[in-house]
Every structure is written in structure tokens, then in C-alpha cells.
């Protein structure tokens, strides 16, 4: 009976967290489209600095702004 409990477990921890890598690729797939739709609806979460340069200054050129938005690198602002 200790084997079987084991193994649902073990399964019912995979399909979580196949899930919640899922959800994860989903929302960076859409980041760019859910950008564009937050600015073009006028919500700004930090005045004066765009996303992109932002990303690029604090993960430390890991992410690179014209990767994140290739229409719109505003370097004046970092």
C-alpha cells in the first residue's frame, strides 16, 4: 500500500508541476502582446521608465531590451 500511495504522489507532483511550466512559457510567450495592450490602454507601473531598459539594467544585460521590444528601446531613460 506504501508503494502505491508513493506513486501517486510522485505522479501528482509531475503533472503540477508540468502545469505550472506551462503557465509559465504561456505568460513569456505573451509578455510582449500583454505589454503592448497595457500600454496602448494607458497603464504606466513606473513613470518614466520603460520595461525593457529596466529588465536590461537590473538582471544585468541578461535580458537585452531589444529582445523584449524591438519597436521601442528608449536607452535615455535607464
Request: glycine share 6%; proline share 4%; net charge positive.
Amino acid at each position: 500500500m506504501q508503494k502505491n500511495s508513493t506513486q501517486n504522489f510522485s505522479k501528482t507532483t509531475t503533472i503540477i508541476v508540468c502545469l505550472f511550466a506551462t503557465l509559465i512559457a504561456v505568460f513569456i510567450l505573451a509578455f510582449p502582446k500583454l505589454y503592448e495592450i497595457k500600454s496602448k490602454a494607458g497603464i504606466d507601473f513606473i513613470p518614466g521608465k520603460h520595461a525593457g531598459t529596466l529588465f536590461e539594467k537590473h538582471t544585468h544585460g541578461l535580458f537585452k531590451c531589444e529582445w523584449l521590444y524591438p519597436y521601442y528601446c528608449d536607452r535615455s531613460n535607464t
